[in-house]
């Protein structure tokens, strides 16, 4: 066997995934095997290992598998002007689940004390709230362009 390819166990081990998820994903096409062995085994190249990675995180982001997929499959066949605004529509959707987080927050926050108020708002970062008036001057540039 290539020394470069991992079978599904292998791989599993390799990317901190169970045998099952690689099998759902390879079935609606979220990895691919790089080829088969004589006994039909798929094999998997070092590439997947990263792939599989990114899916993760971006599951931990909120993402579903069918929006990872297209944006997997479009970071292959984008131009620099189409990847500007494929981002640009990532952060859109980021920012669209983080105010719906926010608005599901909104009731429990209402209903603290004002010194545990301004514990919370201790913890929000300096750096948090410049990212997300950022995000909102893109998008608001975004949708002039």
Same mark, same amino acid.
């Given at each position: 066997?290539?020394? /470069?390819?991992?079978r599904i166990g292998e791989l599993a081990a #390799?990317? /901190?995934?169970?045998?099952? $998820? ?17 006994? /039909?085994?798929?094999?998997?190249? &070092?590439?997947?290992? @990263?792939?599989? #990675?990114?899916? !993760?995180?971006?599951? %931990? !982001?909120?993402? $579903? =598998? !069918?929006?990872? %997929? @297209? ?9 620099s002007e189409e990847q500007i605004s494929?981002?640009? $529509?990532?952060?859109?959707?980021? =920012?669209? %689940? ?7 927050? !909104? &009731?429990? *926050?209402?209903? =603290?004390? &004002? ?6 708002? %201790?913890?929000?970062?300096?750096? $948090?709230?410049?990212?997300? @008036?950022?995000? *909102? ?9």
């Amino acid at each position: 066997m290539d020394q /470069n390819l991992f079978r599904i166990g292998e791989l599993a081990a #390799k990317a /901190n995934v169970s045998p099952r $998820t690689i099998d759902f994903y390879t079935t609606i096409g979220l990895i691919r095997p790089a080829k088969r062995t004589a006994g /039909n085994y798929r094999l998997y190249g &070092p590439e997947t290992i @990263e792939r599989l #990675k990114r899916i !993760e995180q971006l599951k %931990k !982001e909120k993402y $579903t =598998l !069918e929006e990872i %997929k @297209e944006m997997l499959d479009g970071w292959k066949r984008i131009s620099s002007e189409e990847q500007i605004s494929r981002k640009l $529509t990532d952060l859109q959707l980021s =920012l669209s %689940k983080l105010q719906r987080e926010v608005k599901e927050l !909104e &009731p429990v *926050l209402s209903r =603290l004390k &004002p010194h545990q108020a301004r514990s919370v708002c %201790k913890r929000l970062m300096p750096q $948090t709230a410049a990212c997300v @008036e950022a995000l *909102l001057l893109l998008i608001d540039k975004a949708t002039i362009l």
